[in-house]
């Protein structure tokens, strides 16, 4: 008999403990991430042949104390590793921890190698060959604080590789964690199956394994305990015939129905080989379809559908997922009554979207991102439910009803002024904080970071509840719907690139078409605000000689050299934003000389510019510290020598419309008045339809010759 570790995931020690006491284990004792007994060869070959849910089996040769790389060198030194494999063997040594002397695991690994090797050597014997892709044996060794485990890899490998995937075609859900998830969902071998969003298959392969009792090991061609000295091939060829015999006749005495479907039909090509290599393909029917679609078998009667949705590391408000997870809810609930669900997702909010209130709920890592399993039993239709199955939930109804309110006040508005873009919402309930906008068929919603005192979970269930209602009051296709997170930000922070997607929709607003990008930086290219601004320049400038500073993509330009302007001159820092402003000038036939774009810091442009123009605009960030400019800019403190400077630039009946976005800015008119200057504030009457609601959005002055 040897003591032995079975290795597992954290959460699953309990589940393998009774496993192990179903195949004959007496003294299984769970530890962390593991299953402590002693077997004897016998029953350590059937736990690695027969165990679904053990990662690797170790046969633990030591357990000491271990504070720096002597103890664990005299510590492996003091096993005797000649009577336990021979020096024809090649091995290699896994690894893993640290502690505050030994601080790299391959520094750990070599010492144990070196211990390994003069075990050999001190008896004249020819030392082992290492190998770390052909390895005979694997020494294991975990290293935690100063508590050391030394051993051999029974296994040679993770158990989780079954051997009918591929390693090519490698899934995120490991074969053990299906084990787990199935055993979890009370899933009975006799009931049908039904996976709506299979994959490569994983899920219904392993339950179909197990209706037929078939061992999960039965297709692995190499064990490690093969290359041990004590290893007993008779013993070890009885229990594998026995399990291959067992295996072909479990696979013709299950009478439960598996059901696999995906969206995918590469996929679904990929889960039909997994399947017919298992052995198990005449069990499994696969078939390409939509689990927002999916309807119910013809013999699933109190069937089980078990699932591990998408959901990726960071797209747990995704608004693709949000939809998908909002759907196939809906037609659970309208196809499957009477059956259960298990889902298994990382997203505790997206799981929210099901809008079902779950029997069981429990917390298990996929490997180093915490998921959720939560079981459902799907009530039958009854009533009002049955009679209008297609009524929509109502989601979030006070953020709803005041979306629906906005879109038929303001969408009037904005078809009679014929534009492509402008704001629906914008945090007009305080616990809603988010702002929304359409452009053509798309929306962005744009999150405001939430305040310190409401708690993460909170804000990211009610951030899902906003797009799901947003999606369901517009209509709106989820794939079109744009999800930013807006924060404070700093100098030009709010253009730095956020993805690289670079897709490119061209939106009218009065009679200008002007390109933009909803996905590639925090803001689109176009400030909605100031739609009206524009417009008036437009107007402003016909016959007039016009200057844009802080132009950003050249929209404002584009309205002046539209509206008549006889030149423009369009300045910025950003060579990218000058190229898409020239972009916007050409879609609108506007080329030439007399249009001409600068890139330069627009203050020290401006305090060396010896050019002459009737009509400037003006829209400086709040505040900036870029590395690009020579200086800090503050809009407060600053304006009265924008405003020396844009004097010696304009003409003498010429206008300066002059605008910014700080909260209670205060104008200097005594210093304008110095400078013969004098200020009209237009804020109001440049204020659109749309931002009614935030008054202060921006700031807008028109400033003339005294």
């Known amino acids: 008999m040897h003591q032995y570790l079975a290795v597992t995931s954290n959460g699953l020690e309990n589940l393998l403990a009774e496993e192990l006491k179903n195949l004959g284990i007496t003294n299984a004792k769970p530890v962390q991430a593991g299953v402590k007994f002693k077997a004897s060869n016998e029953q350590i070959y059937r736990c690695c042949l027969w165990s679904r849910l053990a990662s690797r089996f170790v046969r633990v040769l030591s357990e000491f104390t271990c504070q720096d790389d002597m103890d664990l060198y005299l510590s492996a030194t003091a096993i005797n590793w000649v009577n336990h494999f021979h020096s024809s063997k090649k091995f290699v040594v896994d690894f893993n921890g640290t502690n505050r002397e030994i601080r790299n695991s391959q520094y750990g690994a070599m ?59 490698r899934a995120p859900l490991r074969e053990t964690l299906a084990t787990a998830i199935l055993l979890r969902s009370e899933w009975q071998h006799d009931k049908p199956l039904l996976d709506p969003m299979c994959g490569s298959g994983t899920l219904l392969i392993e339950a179909a394994m197990m209706a037929a009792n078939m061992a999960p090991g039965v297709k692995r061609e190499r064990w490690g305990f093969e290359s041990l000295e004590d290893f007993e091939p008779e013993l070890w060829a009885e229990i594998k015939s026995e399990a291959n015999v067992q295996a072909r006749r479990g696979v013709k005495k299950v009478d439960a129905k598996f059901y696999g479907f995906d969206n995918d039909e590469r996929v679904i090509k990929t889960a039909r080989d997994n399947a017919r290599r298992a052995g198990v393909e005449s069990l499994i029917e696969f078939n390409v379809g939509d689990a927002a679609k999916v309807t119910r078998p013809s013999e699933f009667e109190n069937g089980v559908i078990v699932s591990n949705p998408p959901y990726g590391e960071r797209l747990g408000t995704h608004p693709g997922l949000i939809a998908l997870y909002t ?44 998921c959720h399993q939560k079981n459902y039993s799907i009530s039958e239709r009854s009533g009002q439910q049955a009679g209008n199955p297609d009524a929509p939930i109502e989601i979030a109804p006070d953020f709803a009803n005041r979306l629906k309110k906005n879109i038929a006040k303001i969408g009037k508005w904005a078809r009679k002024e014929k534009l492509d873009c402008y704001r629906i919402y914008d945090a007009d309930l305080p616990e809603y904080n988010v702002a929304i906008d359409i452009y053509l068929d798309h929306l962005v919603i744009q999150e405001y970071a939430a305040p310190k005192n409401i708690p993460e979970e909170k804000a990211k269930r009610r951030l899902t509840d906003i797009i799901r209602a947003a999606i369901q009051v517009t209509e709106t296709d989820a794939n079109n719907v744009v999800l930013k997170v807006r924060e404070k930000q700093k100098g030009r922070s709010q253009y730095q690139k956020l993805a690289q997607q670079s897709e490119r929709l061209t939106v009218n607003e009065y009679g200008v078409k002007l390109i933009i990008n909803l996905h590639d930086y925090l803001d689109t290219g176009l400030f909605l605000d100031h739609k009206i601004t524009r417009r008036k320049l437009g107007e402003m400038a016909q016959g007039k000689d016009f200057l844009n500073l802080f132009a950003y993509t050249g929209s404002a330009t584009v309205h002046a050299a539209c509206g008549g302007a006889k030149s423009t001159t369009t300045v910025d820092m950003s060579n990218t934003y000058l190229e898409w402003a020239k972009d916007n000038m050409k879609l609108n036939g506007q080329v030439g000389r007399q249009h001409q774009f600068e890139q330069a810091d627009c203050l020290q442009w401006l305090a060396n510019s010896k050019g002459q123009y009737d009509l400037i605009f003006i829209d400086p960030p709040t505040f900036s510290n870029s590395k690009r400019m020579e200086q800090t800019f503050d809009v407060q403190r600053d304006h009265v020598t924008l405003m020396t400077n844009l004097k010696r630039l304009l003409r003498e009946d010429g206008t300066i419309v002059f605008s910014n976005n700080k909260r209670h800015f205060k ?40």
């Open 111 to 169: 010492k144990v190698k070196d211990a390994v090797v003069d075990c050999f050597e001190k008896k004249n014997l020819p030392r082992p060959s290492i190998s770390k892709d052909r390895a005979d044996l694997r020494i294991h060794v975990r290293l935690h604080k100063d508590k050391a485990l030394l051993g051999i890899d029974m296994v040679g490998g993770g158990l989780h590789q079954r051997g009918y995937r591929p390693e090519s075609g």
């Open 667 to 706: 104008m200097d008119n005594a210093a304008l008045e110095e400078l013969g200057l004098q200020a009209k504030n237009i804020s109001s009457q440049t204020l659109p339809l749309d931002f009614g609601r935030n008054k202060h959005i921006h700031n807008c002055w028109v400033i003339t010759h005294k």
């Open 327 to 370: 759907a196939f809810g809906a037609q659970l609930k309208a196809e499957f009554g009477g059956c259960s669900a298990s889902i298994f997702s990382s997203s505790d909010e997206l799981l929210s979207c099901l809008r079902m209130r779950a029997d069981k709920q429990f917390k298990l890592n996929n490997g180093a991102l915490p």
